[in-house]
């Protein structure tokens, strides 16, 4: 088999950016939402400049965590690579391998929001080594095509 690699298409980073906001906004406003009430139900009625000074701080603060969790978004999909080898598959991060999974212990899932999972076989189902591969990667129907070759 000849050595494939198979890098993120950086022209959709900013798919990318919107998947990762709304991850952390699902995060952010159920915990703002649980922090805010329980400071409202702490606080006495005289204490109410409390509360609103707590939410005033808060709300803004988390908000700027879900927009600053996409800020290194495009180095770190620079840096991410999935290598096809004679052995098995390897996703590759800062040019080193991080997990491998050879041909014969693997299998894999498409999932319905275009993420591949490549899932090790030969480990039991609590221990599962699984390669996530996202949805903006290149080529992505010449590895489906090898994995199928290699899954059968």
């Known amino acids: 088999m000849q050595h494939m690699i198979f890098k993120i298409d950086l022209t959709r980073i900013k798919e990318i950016k919107r998947r990762q906001i709304i991850f952390e906004l699902k995060i952010t406003i159920p915990a703002l939402i649980i922090i805010v009430i329980i400071t409202y139900l702490t606080s006495t009625k005289g204490d109410l400049k409390t509360f609103i000074y707590i939410s005033l701080i808060l709300i803004p603060a988390l908000f700027l965590r879900a927009l600053f969790s996409t800020r290194n978004l495009k180095q770190t999909a620079e840096a991410f690579e999935i ?53 903006e990667i290149q080529n992505k129907e010449q590895l489906i095509n090898e994995l199928e070759k290699h899954c059968g």
């Open 83 to 135: 290598s096809l080898t004679d052995n098995g598959i390897e996703q590759i991060f800062k040019l080193k391998i991080v997990k491998e999974i050879n041909w014969g212990d693997m299998n894999y899932e498409i999932k319905s929001n275009g993420f591949i999972y490549v899932l090790d076989k030969s480990l039991p189902a609590s221990n599962k080594r699984t390669i996530q591969i996202p949805p």
